[in-house]
């Protein structure tokens, strides 16, 4: 997916595309269990919502593991206990195939853990002892297997009482338990690729999910497709990498409630199903809603009738104008990420209507200059390729104070020696 996606920071229901491994050192270091490192560290980049804070981890990444470190406590470096905090045994990386019972030795016995995180993506794991994860029982447990070679959810996680994320994505899924996605339910985060599949496997409806990530699917619809939201809260849904044509049966749903669409890098896709569902319950109830890497050409009739929509994603998907009416309406909207299309002009009065717009992206298209409409916008975040820097060219920003244009890049300004910036091409005008 669009690494720019990750500009959706509010919600941050990441793909595990992006795993967290980019963590910043905050103290600590301490070689432990002979070959990892136990440090305390913040976690910028989150899974689905759930490490917010800092984290204690045992950092056993890269290591060239062929199996898991014995965990004995006693090998903990002193004044490591976690005493409330959330800790993670981080193992992603490695050539590890099996998991033996009781993997985590007496870690999951300190008190007061609130929340346990086994890093486990990357390796070469088909299978879990069924007690591998004897002692978390009763903990609530963040677990990422993926990227490994599971071809059904392992029958170990029937241990686990309280899983709050599920991430299996990039396996040869081709079974499917309904009882196990009962027992992993109600699930905040789960992803799954379905690559294997080519129709819906029922078995999923039993999932109940707060944000959920469809990786891959060989089928064209999701006919039979029900699943629950936690509650009677909103369902975040990411669909990506499919061969779908057909997504009427997730957005024509009326027993749904979607606060969040990202479909991305499904080039089959037809559009039809969007505009005929636009005024039902899905599509009226979205937020944040992304469509990328499919051939739309204009902006589509239906967006401008998402009245609620916040956050907005066109990208990739071979747009070359932005028309009056595109986004009318759209008055809830704060962010709009149109990059990486072939936009050459946009109507002078397409943001009329969208006062809340704080984001907008625009770089990797076909335009020369800051249009006089995104000038006057209450920007605090914007993008764009090199424009043209003539004083002629920047009249329009030198009228008013558009502080959120001055790092955008020249691309001619022959009296400056340096690859100049907006904000040194003005102070050459005035
Ligand atoms: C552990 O993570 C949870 C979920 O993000 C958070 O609410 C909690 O404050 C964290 N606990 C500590 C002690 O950092
Ligand atoms: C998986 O781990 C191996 C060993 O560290 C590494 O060489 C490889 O690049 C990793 N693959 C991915 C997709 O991260
Ligand atoms: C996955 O399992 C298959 C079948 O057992 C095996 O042939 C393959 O080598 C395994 N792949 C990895 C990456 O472990
Ligand atoms: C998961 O789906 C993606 C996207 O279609 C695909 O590239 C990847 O190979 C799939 N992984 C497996 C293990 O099937
Ligand atoms: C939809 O979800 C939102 C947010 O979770 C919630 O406030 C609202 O009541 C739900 N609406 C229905 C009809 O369930
Ligand atoms: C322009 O706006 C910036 C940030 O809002 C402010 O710091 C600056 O003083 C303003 N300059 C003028 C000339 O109004």
Not at 39 to 59: C, G, L, S, T, W
Not at 131 to 138: P, T
Not at 167 to 185: A, C
Request: glycine share 4%; charged share 20%; with cysteine.
């Amino acid at each position: 997916m669009s690494d720019k996606s990750r500009v959706f920071v509010w919600t941050m229901l990441l793909s595990s595309l992006c795993h967290p491994i980019q963590a910043f050192l905050l103290s600590g270091g301490d070689v432990c269990f002979g070959i990892c490192n136990c440090v305390e560290e913040d976690m910028p980049f989150q899974y689905f919502h759930i490490y917010k804070a800092d984290v204690k981890m045992v950092r056993c990444e890269e290591r060239n593991l062929r199996s898991i470190p014995n965990f004995a406590i006693q090998n903990l470096p002193s004044g490591f206990y976690p005493g409330g905090k959330n800790f993670t045994v981080d193992l992603h990386n490695n050539y590890i195939q099996t998991v033996p019972d009781k993997a985590f030795g007496d870690l999951p016995k300190l008190s007061n853990v609130d929340l346990f995180g086994i890093i486990l993506y990357n390796n070469s794991i088909s299978s879990l002892s069924d007690s591998a994860f004897l002692g978390l029982e009763n903990t609530r447990v963040v677990v990422d297997l993926a990227l490994n070679n599971f071809t059904t959810i392992p029958q170990a996680l029937r241990i686990l009482r309280k899983i709050e994320l599920l991430e299996i994505e990039d396996n040869p899924i081709m079974t499917l338990d309904p009882s196990m996605i009962q027992h992993i339910s109600p699930v905040l985060g789960f992803s799954i690729n379905l690559t294997l599949y080519n129709s819906w496997p029922v078995e999923l409806n039993n999932l109940h999910v707060k944000g959920v990530l469809f990786y891959g699917f060989s089928g064209s619809s999701f006919q039979n497709f029900n699943v629950h939201g936690i509650g009677h809260r909103a369902i975040e849904f990411e669909i990506g990498g499919t061969d779908i044509v057909d997504l009427s049966d997730v957005i024509c749903n009326n027993q749904i409630n979607v606060s969040k669409l990202w479909v991305w890098d499904n080039y089959k896709l037809d559009i039809m199903p969007f505009e005929r569902c636009s005024q039902g319950t899905v599509m009226q109830s979205l937020l944040d809603f992304q469509l990328t890497g499919i051939y739309l050409a204009r902006i589509p009739n239906f967006v401008h009738t998402l009245t609620k929509l916040e956050w907005l994603e066109l990208a990739f998907d071979n747009i070359y104008e932005i028309n009056a009416n595109d986004f009318r309406g759209l008055t809830e909207l704060k962010g709009l990420y149109l990059d990486n299309n072939r936009i050459k002009t946009i109507h002078p009065n397409a943001f009329d209507t969208n006062t809340k717009l704080r984001e907008l992206i625009l770089n990797d298209n076909m335009l020369t200059h800051i249009p006089d409409m995104v000038v006057n916008l209450n920007l605090e975040f914007f993008k764009m390729d090199a424009i043209d820097c003539t004083c002629s060219s920047l009249q329009n920003l030198k009228q008013v104070n558009a502080t959120f244009a001055n790092d955008v890049a020249c691309f001619n300004v022959p009296s400056l020696p340096f690859t100049p910036f907006v904000k040194d091409a003005l102070a050459q005008c005035s």
